[in-house]
Nanobody, 115 residues
């Protein structure tokens, strides 16, 4: 079973960029679908972006054109490039890996966007 560790969060001004990384260990990450979720203060967890094992991706409307999810199977790493960040993107971001009945989460990384 894969284990996930996120990194790359932090504090950034509106309009800035961050790249989140999710390092997978313990199994072959290429056989898992990947995704990024976020949970903003006082809100429910939201699916931000997903990527299949073949590389096909999808995004929530609020981040389309600003965020990009990619995966490097050779490095067992999932990425989320976030550009033109807005204060409403402030949240804890979680990495997720899914395969069959397995649904695995990272511990989360805080992203704070100041106005």
């Amino acid at each position: 079973q894969v284990q996930l560790v996120e990194s790359g969060g932090g504090l950034v001004q509106a309009g800035g960029s961050l790249r989140l990384s999710c390092a997978a260990s313990g199994s072959t990450f290429s056989s898992y679908a990947g995704a990024w979720y976020r949970r903003a203060p006082g809100k429910q967890r939201e699916l931000v972006a997903s990527i299949g094992t073949g590389g096909n991706s999808d995004y929530v409307d609020s981040v389309k054109g600003r965020f990009a999810i990619t995966r490097d199977n050779a490095k067992n790493t999932l990425y989320l490039q976030m550009n033109n960040l807005k204060p409403e993107d402030t949240a804890v971001y979680f990495c997720n890996a899914r395969r069959a009945l397995l649904n695995i989460w990272g511990q989360g990384t805080q992203v704070t966007v100041s106005s």
